[in-house]
C-alpha cells in the first residue's frame, strides 16, 4: 500500500517535488559541519519569509505545537500572566499551553467565525499592564478566520508585553511581518505553506524576546524546548550538542523554502489569494456556507458549513475512497458540521480547486 492522496485539509499538504527529493539524501550527523551549513541556510531562508533580521531564526525539532511550546516555556515564567485571544480551537490550545507553563491565563474571545477585535487585546493589555505575552493565532485553522496583528504589535512596542504570533498556518500563505508589526516572537510548522513534511517548526525571537528569556529568574521548564539552548546548538560556533536532530527533515525544509523564495513572497501570496478566492466563490453554488465572516477569510484554508442532510463524516470518507482526495473535519464548535479544506504551498493550484469542486459535485448528486 502506498497512497497517494490529494492533501487537501489542513495540513499536512504535499510538500514540493523539490523538498521530497531532498528527502533522499543521505542522512548526516547533528553535528556535521555540513549539516549546521543547511541549519544556516534555512535560517537565511526564514528570515526572509517570516520577513525579518532577528538573529535567533531557527527550525526546532517538532511540529507546530514544539514551537508553540518553545516559545512559551522559553519566555514565560511560573505566575506571569499571559493575554491569550482566542476565537478557534488553536487559541484554547495556547490557553492550556500557558496554563501548564504555570502562567496566569487572561483570555481574550470573539465567537468562532468572527476575527478577534485588536481594541479588545489592547484593553486586556490595560487591565493587565504586567502581563509578560500577549499571545494570538494569526490564522485560526480551525475557523479560516485571518486575526488581524499588527495594529498590536504597533500599541505593545513601548510596553513591557511581549507579541507572540501563531503563524503555523499563516506562514507561506498569508502576508506576515515579524519586524514591520512588531511581533516578538513567532512561530510556525514545516508542512503547511512552507511545502516541507511535518517535523520542524520555524521559530523567531527579536530582541526585546531574547532579552526576556536571558532575564529569567527560573530555568527555562522544558530542556528540550528551551530557545536558548537550541540557539547555542544550532546558530553558535562552535555548536553545542543539545539533541539529535534530523538532516533529513532539515534538507526537505531547505528545499521547500527554497522553491518558495524563487516565486517569490509576494507572489506566493497572490497564488493562494487566487486560488482561495476561487474555491470560496464556487463553494455556496454546492450549498457549503462559508464559516468565517467576510473580510477575515484565509485564503489557505476554508472553513465551510455543509449543506443541510448531508452526512459530514460519511461524505468526507467517500471522497478520500472515491475520489483520494483529504479534507479535514470541523473542531471543536464545528465538528460534524464543516469541512476545513487547504490549499497551502504546493497544492495552493486551480487545478486543486478544479479538482476538489468536480469530486464533491460527485458525491452530492449521488
Ligand atoms: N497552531 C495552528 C494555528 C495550527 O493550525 C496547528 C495545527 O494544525 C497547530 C498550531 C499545531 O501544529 P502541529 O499539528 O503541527 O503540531
Known amino acids: 500500500m502506498n497512497s497517494d492522496h490529494l492533501l487537501l485539509g489542513p495540513g499536512p499538504s504535499a510538500p514540493y517535488p523539490e523538498a521530497v527529493e531532498a528527502l533522499q539524501r543521505p542522512v548526516l550527523g547533528h553535528l556535521d559541519a555540513e549539516y549546521l551549513g543547511v541549519v544556516a541556510g534555512i535560517a537565511d531562508r526564514l528570515r526572509a519569509v517570516f520577513r525579518t533580521s532577528n538573529e535567533l531564526t531557527l527550525p526546532v525539532s517538532g511540529t507546530g505545537s514544539a514551537g508553540m511550546e518553545a516559545c512559551v516555556v522559553s519566555l514565560v515564567e511560573p505566575g506571569e500572566t499571559v493575554i491569550v485571544g482566542v476565537n478557534g480551537y488553536f487559541g484554547e490550545r495556547l490557553c492550556e499551553v500557558a496554563r501548564r507553563a504555570g502562567a496566569q491565563v487572561v483570555r481574550v474571545e470573539a465567537p468562532w467565525g468572527t476575527a478577534l477585535d485588536p481594541a479588545d487585546l489592547l484593553a486586556a493589555r490595560r487591565a493587565h499592564p504586567h502581563a509578560a505575552v500577549l499571545a494570538v493565532v494569526s490564522a485560526e485553522t480551525s475557523t479560516g478566520v485571518r486575526n488581524d496583528v499588527a495594529p498590536v504589535g504597533a500599541e505593545l512596542a513601548g510596553t513591557d508585553?511581549?507579541?507572540?504570533?501563531?503563524?503555523?498556518?499563516?506562514?507561506?500563505?498569508?502576508?506576515?511581518?515579524?519586524?514591520?508589526w512588531g511581533i516578538d516572537a513567532c512561530y510556525s510548522a514545516s508542512q503547511k505553506c512552507l511545502g516541507a513534511p511535518p517535523g520542524l517548526a520555524p521559530v523567531t525571537l527579536g530582541p526585546r524576546a531574547v532579552a526576556k528569556m536571558a532575564a529569567r529568574r527560573t530555568p527555562v521548564g522544558s530542556f528540550?524546548?528551551?530557545l536558548g539552548l537550541l540557539q547555542?546548538?544550532?546558530?553558535?560556533?562552535?555548536?553545542?550538542?543539545?539533541?539529535?536532530?534530523?538532516?533529513?527533515?532539515?534538507?526537505?525544509?531547505h528545499a521547500g523554502l527554497g522553491r518558495?523564495?524563487?516565486?517569490?513572497?509576494?507572489?506566493?501570496?497572490?497564488?493562494?489569494?487566487?486560488?482561495?478566492a476561487l474555491l470560496q466563490?464556487?463553494?455556496?453554488d454546492l450549498g457549503f456556507r462559508l464559516a468565517a465572516a467576510e473580510g477575515v477569510r484565509l485564503p489557505q484554508l476554508t472553513a465551510a458549513l455543509l449543506p443541510d442532510g448531508v452526512d459530514e463524516a460519511a461524505t468526507r470518507r467517500r471522497l478520500l475512497d472515491e475520489y483520494g482526495i483529504?479534507?479535514?473535519?470541523?473542531l471543536g464548535e464545528f465538528a460534524g458540521r464543516a469541512w476545513r479544506i487547504g490549499l497551502m504551498g504546493h497544492a495552493a493550484t486551480?487545478?486543486?480547486?478544479?479538482?476538489?469542486?468536480?469530486?464533491v459535485r460527485e458525491l452530492l448528486k449521488s
Open 224 to 226: 528540550y524546548l528551551d
Open 326 to 330: 483529504e479534507v479535514g473535519g470541523g
Open 281 to 284: 466563490a464556487a463553494l455556496p
Open 232 to 253: 547555542r546548538y544550532f546558530l553558535a560556533s562552535p555548536p553545542t550538542y543539545h539533541h539529535t536532530a534530523s538532516s533529513t527533515l532539515a534538507y526537505a525544509l
Open 350 to 359: 486551480e487545478r486543486s480547486v478544479v479538482t476538489v469542486l468536480g469530486a
Open 260 to 276: 518558495l523564495l524563487e516565486e517569490g513572497i509576494e507572489q506566493v501570496w497572490e497564488r493562494h489569494a487566487r486560488v482561495g
Open 161 to 180: 508585553t511581549l507579541l507572540l504570533v501563531d503563524a503555523v498556518t499563516a506562514l507561506g500563505g498569508t502576508r506576515l511581518e515579524v519586524d514591520a
